[in-house]
């Protein structure tokens, strides 16, 4: 089966925050991506609310409950105190911690699992007795040893970062070199259980090769590139379009 699509809805909500006005609705695009076929929805609600704002969260929450009850909300971010509350209030399917601080403009690492382990290994335990579904975002080499330990911490999943594939746009065989990373990470990943997704700077270019050298993908969050695409072909055409990719 393809890779299920996420819809990252941060850059909807940065737009929106340009002015303090309701538009572009938050809901009403994840409503209209939904509607084309999205499997899902992803946030990431920073401590400064520059773009995701906490007030969004229930009501996404409400707008999958009501009307898209299969489909999945997945919020990311690092587990602060804050964001564990954020969590355990909405109720997503899916949490995906990662590793960045809270002045990053974007996440661009993965965790070491070896230096974090204790701070990961009591925020996976309340995560997953809260039912929730783990995800931890990974370096796109990381090592056996770094899955390893995130496997013993309990994670459901990892998501490889994909920006460094990203970047390779005009330089292609830096572009195949970052792929046999990421294939040989996934690998990895699976033979010790862990189910895998991706994101970050995927494109509706470059998502068919990643497709052919990682097949076992689970999911893939996306936001930047598509809404970009979306001020060209609309939201709903655009899904449809990242869909394909997929190969759906």
């Not at 005009?170 to 990895?188: H, I, N, P, S, Y």
Request: hydrophobic share 40%.
């Amino acid at each position: 089966m393809p890779a299920k699509l996420s819809v990252n809805l941060n850059a909807v909500a940065m737009l929106r925050n340009r002015r303090n006005l309701p538009w572009p609705s938050v809901t009403g695009i994840g409503r209209l991506a939904l509607a084309a076929g999205a499997d899902g929805l992803t946030v990431h609600p920073r401590p400064d609310q520059r773009h995701i704002r906490f007030s969004d969260l229930p009501e996404i929450r409400a707008l999958l409950d009501d009307e898209f009850p299969d489909r999945e909300f997945n919020i990311e971010g690092y587990p602060s105190e804050e964001f564990l509350r954020l969590v355990e209030e909405t109720q997503p399917e899916q949490v995906t911690l990662v590793p960045d601080s809270p002045e990053q403009n974007t996440s661009d690492h993965g965790w070491c699992f070896r230096d974090n382990r204790e701070l990961l290994a009591r925020v996976i335990e309340r995560l997953k007795k809260g039912g929730f579904r783990v995800s931890c975002f990974v370096d796109p080499d990381a090592s056996h040893e770094e899955l390893s330990l995130a496997r013993e911490l309990g994670a459901d999943r990892v998501e490889l970062c994909t920006g460094p594939y990203g970047a390779c746009h005009d330089d292609q065989a830096r572009a195949v070199a970052e792929l046999k990373k990421l294939q040989a990470t996934a690998e990895r990943a699976r033979s010790l259980g862990l189910a895998v997704n991706a994101g970050h700077d995927l494109t509706v270019d470059n998502l068919p090769a990643l497709v052919r050298h990682v097949p076992m993908l689970a999911e893939v969050s996306i936001g930047h590139a598509l809404t970009a695409d979306a001020l060209i072909h609309g939201i709903s055409e655009t899904v449809r379009r990242y869909r394909a990719a997929l190969g759906w």
